[in-house]
């Protein structure tokens, strides 16, 4: 694969894309995405699984740095130092709106998961 591609894995299947947007496996180079050196290890990210590579922080159960990350909302002061958050977050990061266009039906899945803990939340 060329330095300028990225992996992105949808719940259906494995594209590749040449884009400059890595994914968050790509970045953190943590061989979780599918067919990764750790899956075998360690799993398959649920961010892979989920088609979520540019927005893991929203996704609890992720497994940063070798650790389970928890909830959302135990990740958080890991996630807001991270890179891939400092470059994919919709209001804070410095390539959101390259991001938003180029993967909408991941942006799709970002707003519904926000939709839905918002729901929660008010219950």
Same mark, same amino acid.
């Given at each position: 694969?060329?330095?300028?591609?990225?992996?992105?894995?949808?719940?259906?299947?494995?594209?590749?894309?040449?884009?400059?947007? /890595? #994914?968050?496996?790509?970045?953190?180079?943590?061989?979780?995405?599918?067919?990764?050196?750790?899956?075998?290890?360690?799993?398959?990210?649920?961010? @892979?699984?989920?088609?979520?590579?540019?927005?893991?922080? @929203?996704?609890?159960?992720?497994?940063?740095?070798?650790?389970?990350?928890?909830?959302?909302?135990?990740?958080?002061? #890991?996630?807001?130092?991270?890179?891939?958050?400092?470059?994919?977050?919709?209001?804070?990061?410095?390539?959101?709106?390259?991001?938003?266009?180029?993967?909408?039906?991941?942006?799709? /899945?970002?707003?519904?998961?926000?939709?839905?803990?918002?729901?929660? #939340?008010?219950?």
């Amino acid at each position: 694969m060329r330095a300028d591609e990225s992996t992105y894995c949808k719940p259906k299947g494995r594209i590749t894309m040449t884009k400059l947007l /890595k #994914n968050c496996w790509d970045i953190k180079q943590c061989g979780r995405e599918s067919g990764g050196a750790k899956v075998t290890e360690l799993g398959e990210c649920i961010a @892979a699984i989920e088609g979520l590579g540019h927005s893991c922080w @929203a996704i609890a159960g992720t497994l940063c740095g070798g650790v389970v990350q928890g909830s959302v909302a135990q990740k958080e002061r #890991n996630c807001v130092a991270c890179e891939v958050y400092k470059l994919y977050h919709r209001t804070l990061g410095s390539k959101a709106k390259e991001f938003v266009a180029q993967f909408p039906e991941e942006e799709q /899945k970002y707003d519904a998961m926000l939709l839905e803990r918002m729901r929660k #939340n008010r219950s």
